[in-house]
């Protein structure tokens, strides 16, 4: 195949957006222990939970102490996701060095939510921003609905330059395009990454597929071909749609990992461990989980 990268940066987020949705509470010191195995595993960039006010995401709820157990870890980045300054505050007071915020890119969810316009909403981050930047904290932010939402359908392109010039306004040029609600599909896909890519070479991306309708691969597929190289993804396929109940969740990140070890793509993670900490989670969890590879095994693990 042509275009496809020889590398790729993966981010685990099945401890955030994975657990956030699993009604069962997983102990901090298990959450530890499955954080040690995805370090071990080779993740260069984790995603450990976030700081949401306890009651709002109870299953966060301990993502202080999380922090403040596993310490800095050299080479991986370990980020949470924060909802506002608060957010920053609490990844100061923990030792988390990466904080990510969000806006949603459907107009209506926003004015809905918080009475703002998605551009309004990432002009009152500069105040995270400058916190941030006082207390040593890298910042990110991630765009969620960036290629259609429940609500409008597709977003224009208009809407997201938009949304992506009020964050590099503010000083935040890691972008995250998240497709939280599983509407992108490959040609959309295609077609904003590597016109973004183009417009704002300034920013770095991230893609983040949900497999709510089973595009989530080939839209990685379509990204990378765009020219995008970060990508996050969830062991045991954990999570779920927000906004549509019993759908599929994250893509699964041991799937990414075999069909880039199929595809000569580095990862560098190793999708044994990976398959090995989402056996330890469904039986946590006491529920199967979306993950194609955990049920049928790799493509190269052969019959004998
Ligand atoms: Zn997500």
Same mark, same amino acid.
């Given at each position: 195949?042509?275009?496809?990268?020889?590398?790729?940066?993966?981010?685990?987020?099945?401890?955030?957006?994975?657990?956030?949705?699993?009604?069962?509470?997983?102990?901090?010191?298990?959450?530890?222990?499955?954080?040690?195995?995805?370090? /071990? @595993?080779?993740?260069?960039?984790?995603?450990? +939970? &976030?700081?949401?006010? !306890?009651? %709002?995401? #109870?299953?966060?709820?301990?993502?202080?102490?999380?922090?403040?157990?596993?310490?800095?870890?050299?080479?991986?980045?370990?980020?949470?996701?924060?909802?506002?300054?608060?957010?920053?505050?609490?990844?100061?007071?923990?030792?988390?060095?990466?904080?990510?915020?969000?806006?949603?890119?459907?107009?209506?969810?926003?004015?809905?939510?918080?009475?703002?316009?998605?551009?309004?909403?990432?002009?009152?981050?500069?105040?995270?921003?400058?916190? /941030? @930047?006082?207390?040593?904290?890298?910042?990110? +932010? &991630?765009?969620?609905? !960036?290629? %259609?939402? #429940?609500?409008?359908?597709?977003?224009?392109?208009?809407?997201?330059?938009?949304?992506?010039?009020?964050?590099?306004?503010?000083?935040?040029?890691?972008?995250?395009?998240?497709?939280?609600?599983?509407?992108?599909?490959?040609?959309?896909?295609?077609?904003?990454?590597?016109?973004?890519?183009?417009?704002?070479?300034?920013?770095?991306?991230?893609?983040?597929?949900?497999?709510?309708?089973?595009?989530?691969?080939?839209?990685?597929?379509?990204?990378?071909?765009?020219?995008?190289?970060?990508?996050? +993804? &969830?062991?045991?396929?954990?999570?779920?749609? #927000?906004?549509?109940?019993?759908?599929?969740?994250?893509?699964?990140?041991?799937?990414?990992?075999?069909?880039?070890?199929?595809?000569?793509?580095?990862?560098?993670?190793?999708?044994?461990?990976?398959?090995?900490?989402?056996?330890?989670?469904?039986?946590?969890?006491?529920?199967?989980?979306?993950?194609?590879?955990?049920?049928?095994?790799?493509?190269?693990?052969?019959?004998?």
């Amino acid at each position: 195949m042509k275009n496809l990268p020889s590398a790729i940066t993966l981010c685990e987020v099945g401890l955030r957006d994975g657990l956030q949705n699993e009604k069962t509470l997983i102990p901090t010191e298990k959450k530890v222990e499955l954080l040690r195995g995805l370090i /071990a @595993a080779g993740f260069p960039v984790i995603e450990v +939970g &976030s700081f949401m006010h !306890p009651k %709002a995401v #109870p299953q966060m709820a301990d993502t202080d102490q999380v922090f403040q157990a596993i310490g800095e870890v050299p080479g991986v980045e370990l980020r949470a996701l924060i909802p506002n300054l608060r957010g920053v505050k609490r990844a100061a007071d923990c030792g988390c060095k990466k904080v990510k915020l969000n806006v949603s890119a459907s107009r209506q969810h926003n004015l809905k939510n918080l009475n703002m316009t998605p551009e309004e909403s990432v002009a009152g981050f500069a105040d995270c921003v400058q916190a /941030a @930047a006082d207390n040593g904290i890298a910042i990110s +932010g &991630s765009i969620s609905m !960036p290629f %259609a939402s #429940p609500w409008e359908g597709r977003i224009p392109v208009s809407d997201i330059e938009s949304i992506i010039e009020a964050y590099l306004k503010v000083g935040i040029t890691e972008i995250s395009l998240s497709d939280t609600s599983g509407m992108g599909a490959p040609a959309p896909v295609y077609e904003l990454c590597a016109h973004v890519k183009e417009k704002y070479p300034q920013a770095s991306w991230w893609l983040h597929f949900h497999n709510t309708r089973g595009l989530a691969m080939a839209n990685i597929l379509a990204a990378m071909e765009a020219g995008m190289t970060r990508f996050d +993804g &969830s062991f045991g396929g954990l999570g779920g749609c #927000p906004f549509v109940p019993d759908a599929a969740g994250n893509i699964s990140t041991e799937d990414v990992i075999n069909m880039c070890d199929e595809s000569g793509i580095r990862t560098g993670v190793d999708i044994l461990k990976v398959m090995e900490l989402s056996r330890t989670m469904r039986e946590l969890l006491g529920h199967n989980l979306d993950s194609y590879v955990l049920r049928a095994g790799r493509a190269q693990d052969l019959i004998v």
